[in-house]
């Protein structure tokens, strides 16, 4: 970032990092509790939760990506398709170009419950921002994508 | 906050709401695979690993508080101190004043698999915060109460 302080050389006192420490630990606990919450109240684990968010960002998967994106064995994967297929969300497609290529695609119509789950977050979220000032909300937005990144690399570690 | 921005009124744009927002579900999606792989690194499922923390965090608890701030019924947290202890995590121990009460509480001694895996995410973060100035980093902090605050209560809804 740099540009928005106007104080860059004030020294970082040490207990501003304890408590961003602290911050971001609570965050990532309520952040699991709320996802844990979301999957239970639409019949689903968290797990199965996590997989139907990542078929709605890529359009479609194969149980292949799945695996790879969560680490989970594909038959682990094809066990949360099964639930995910029975509670209406996605169906299994056939890619027309290679009918050996079996895809997971959302089903649109039946994605309601979801939207209904997420709303009031969304408005919560957005009375939030409304705090901000556009140069504060880049900032923001800067933190939360590095943050991000560094999470997926410390998985990715965990994995090994 | 406010104080920090110089440009208060530059109206935000809405792509940086849209921004935002793709952030924090990417942020919020790699914080549950995090904490997946962390548990499994030790043995451990989701919600073990996230009661362990609470007990961590509380210095002891009941299994009826466990209970509670985590929404599973007691039946189930009775199997998540059951992992927690064959892991070697955590020992109950009955409360001196009463009897009756049986407290979990961490076991401090076998606690270094759990700072060994957290260890390079502390690193990480450290080297993060050092790009920004103290008032980014109150700014920071400001977003992530605020947030965790939010869903702590978008859970409570859910949980009803």
Redesign the interface.
């Known amino acids: ?1 740099g540009g ?5 050389r ?4 040490p207990e ?2 304890a ?3 602290d ?16 999957a ?2 639409l019949g689903l684990n ?2 199965d939760h ?1 997989c139907l ?2 078929v709605l960002e890529m359009g479609r998967a194969t149980a292949g990506q799945l695996a790879e994106l ?2 989970l064995t594909t038959g682990a994967i094809t066990s949360v398709i099964n639930r995910l297929e029975k509670a209406g969300f996605v169906r299994r497609a056939k890619d027309p170009n290679d009918l050996r290529v079996v895809y997971v695609e959302p089903i649109p119509s039946n994605l309601q419950p979801l939207q209904d ?1 997420f709303a ?3 408005k ?3 009375e ?2 409304s ?11 800067d ?6 990144h ?6 990715e ?3 090994g």
Do not use: C
């Not at 705090?131 to 937005?141: F, G, K, M, T």
């Open positions: 970032m928005l302080s106007m104080n860059r004030e020294p970082v006192p501003l990092y408590s961003l420490q911050a971001s630990r609570k965050l990532s606990t309520q952040t699991v509790f709320f996802h844990q919450a979301v239970k109240s968290i797990t996590k968010n990542i969560t680490g789950v009031p977050l969304g919560a979220m957005a939030l921002y705090r901000y000032s556009a140069d504060e909300l880049r900032l923001i937005l933190y939360l994508e590095r943050s991000a560094i999470l997926a690399r410390q998985t570690r965990l994995k």
